[in-house]
């Protein structure tokens, strides 16, 4: 157990439909990460905060957006959900800024969009 | 774009082999780069975070080498055992400082046979 809580664990949902993952990092972690990770691909880089701030920007569409509260837990927001958009999310948190901190992976989220 | 190259894609060895990977990645504006472990069903795990030229990192029957300047890290596993079948990842901090931009491999399968 990493201690990086991510929920759902499992969302299904329809084409069209916008949904929220939620990541709660682990206590004292700053930074969080958000990964996505497709059938086809290896784990792909989305966004990066730190202490409420965006700090980085894979690439992630624009129908999706990001943000961290003061409480330093995370939402992924997907919204206008297609079917390429199924694959496992993931969040990370690392102490503070990279480079040189390891990240810590919370166990995904499983979107499956029908 | 920036790649970074896993070799091989899979391996199998019986237990007691000892086996190596390998993950190549740009050898300029280098930052970091991570070794992951990942189980089947489980999150990725860090195992090492490398930032030296020259560096060498242990954690058990695990080490890993670092050569920036031709763009390369060696993972070593020594004696494996069944439950060190796993897939390893290997990823590169390419961002300008502080930005925790990881860009993934796509990872060697390891399976090791009783």
């Not at chain 2, 774009?1 to 993950?23: A, R």
Request: aromatic share 12%.
């Amino acid at each position: 157990d990493s201690g990086v809580t991510q929920t759902p664990k499992h969302l299904i949902t329809a084409t069209g439909q916008r949904v929220t993952l939620r990541c709660s990092p682990r206590s004292g972690d700053l930074s969080v990460y958000w990964y996505q990770q497709s059938l086809d691909q290896g784990l792909q880089f989305l966004i990066q905060y730190y202490n409420g701030e965006e700090r980085a920007k894979g690439n992630i569409l624009e129908r999706f957006s990001a943000q961290q509260f003061p409480d330093l837990h995370s939402e992924l927001n997907l919204s206008s959900l297609e079917l390429g958009d199924s694959a496992l999310y993931f969040c990370a948190s690392s102490e503070g800024l990279p480079p040189y901190n390891e990240q810590f992976f919370g166990p995904g989220t499983r979107l499956t969009v029908l | 774009i920036l790649n970074v190259e896993q070799s091989p894609q899979s391996l199998h060895v019986q237990e007691g082999d000892s086996t190596n990977f390998t993950c190549s990645f740009p050898s300029s504006n280098f930052y970091a780069l991570h070794w992951y472990r990942w189980e089947t069903a489980k999150s990725p795990e860090a195992l090492f975070v490398m930032t030296l030229n020259g560096d060498e990192k242990k954690k058990g029957r695990i080490s890993a080498t670092l050569n920036t300047k031709e763009g390369y890290s060696y993972l070593y596993i020594k004696g494996s055992q069944p439950e060190d079948s796993a897939t390893y990842l290997c990823a590169f901090d390419e961002g300008s400082g502080n930005t925790g931009k990881l860009i993934f491999g796509q990872g060697t399968t390891l399976q090791v046979k009783p």
